[in-house]
């Protein structure tokens, strides 16, 4: 089981050490058959997953398991069979298994197929990627017994960690002289501060350089990089004002709006009369209660869209939240007028 962050490279060890695994495989005449198969289950069911290994074991000449019709347990089914026609040892990677409706039954089905002689002339291992470090603690008892794993945590990288994968994507991706060593160590440190992400190093050092390109500069520098960390903030945020809720992105849009106006932090009531404006301005049909609407403004200011103070005016006046902006209002209503002109 890999753990770590986004970007941290668990995908890409684990292709770069299966793929040195099956050369060595290849040298070695007592080693056995080695087949290496990758699934990723973010949005798949159990179902979809097992179907997938046994069309991708099946012959060409085969017909392929059918998507309706059967159950789970049927695809289980062929799959052992499948495994022991090819015989060998099948290691199967599942990346974002913390994803996976049904990951208790995989896991427990996989490890124990041998033992439970639900196969004879196989064996497989199972390798699981995961962003979520707490993923083993939602599997049932029986898979914790069965598994007996080897756990791998990936750390964020460091200042120094980066600046090397940096400098090794830049020596390819730039003519010489092309990129200042001072802007990838900038781009490094940056990311190293943030996240100690890979991918957030590299697209500092790719937005750099179209920075750079559309100013006529022929080399990459610190300027290019400070300009760039802006867009890749304002394009991460966009991203992440995209994934909510269509009311949530509503409330968004009105406390942006209130803003603007200086009339934050509001309060729930007054951030709801503004809400059922900006939702009817839509054409959609506004949420109906007030709890519904607070249910959103605790659940945006957990993900940091919003700050959140309490105040307490004694007997007269209650206990009470106010909001505000965590973030700049005019990324949030030029995001709005992006999804909804789209």
Not at 188 to 198: E, L, Q
Not at 225 to 238: F, H, K, M, S, Y
Request: aromatic letters at 6%.
């Amino acid at each position: 089981m890999l753990y770590g962050k986004a970007g941290l490279g668990k995908t890409a060890v684990t292709k770069y050490m299966m793929d040195a695994l099956e050369d060595e495989a290849e040298k070695r005449e007592q080693a056995d058959d080695l087949y290496v198969h990758e699934q990723n289950c973010n949005g798949k069911t159990l179902f979809m997953i097992v179907r997938q290994l046994v069309n991708s074991l099946l012959p060409e000449t085969a017909s392929k398991f059918p998507k309706r019709g059967l159950g789970t347990g049927d695809a289980f089914e062929e799959l052992y069979n499948q495994l022991d026609r090819l015989g060998g040892t099948h290691l199967v990677i599942f990346d974002e298994i913390d994803h996976l409706n049904d990951v208790n039954t995989l896991l427990y089905e996989l490890p124990r197929a041998y033992s439970n002689n639900k196969i004879s002339q196989s064996r497989v291992g199972v390798i699981g990627i995961s962003n979520n470090y707490t993923f083993r603690q939602s599997l049932s008892a029986k898979v914790k017994d069965t598994l007996m794993e080897n756990e791998i945590s990936f750390s964020p990288y460091n200042a120094e960690e980066l600046r090397a994968i940096l400098q090794n994507r830049a020596d390819r991706a730039f003519v010489d002289g092309a990129c200042d060593e001072s802007a990838i160590a900038r781009a490094a440190a940056i990311a190293a501060k943030d996240m100690g992400n890979a991918r957030q190093a590299i697209d500092l050092l790719r937005v750099g350089a179209n920075v750079a390109e559309k100013n006529g500069d022929t080399r990459v520098e610190d300027d290019h990089i400070r300009d760039a960390q802006e867009l890749v903030q304002r394009g991460r945020l966009r991203n992440r004002i995209r994934d909510q809720t269509q009311h949530a992105q509503y409330i968004l849009e009105t406390i942006a709006l209130l803003e603007r106006e200086e009339k934050t932090p509001a309060r729930s009531k007054t951030i709801k009369t503004h809400y059922e404006q900006v939702a009817d301005s839509w054409g959609s049909d506004p949420l109906t209660t007030l709890k519904s609407v607070q249910d959103h403004l605790s659940d945006l200011h957990m993900l940091g869209f919003l700050r959140r103070d309490g105040q307490n005016r004694g007997e007269s006046g209650g206990r009470y939240y106010e909001y505000e902006l965590d973030l700049d209002p005019d990324i949030i209503l030029e995001t709005r007028e992006e999804i909804e002109t789209v």
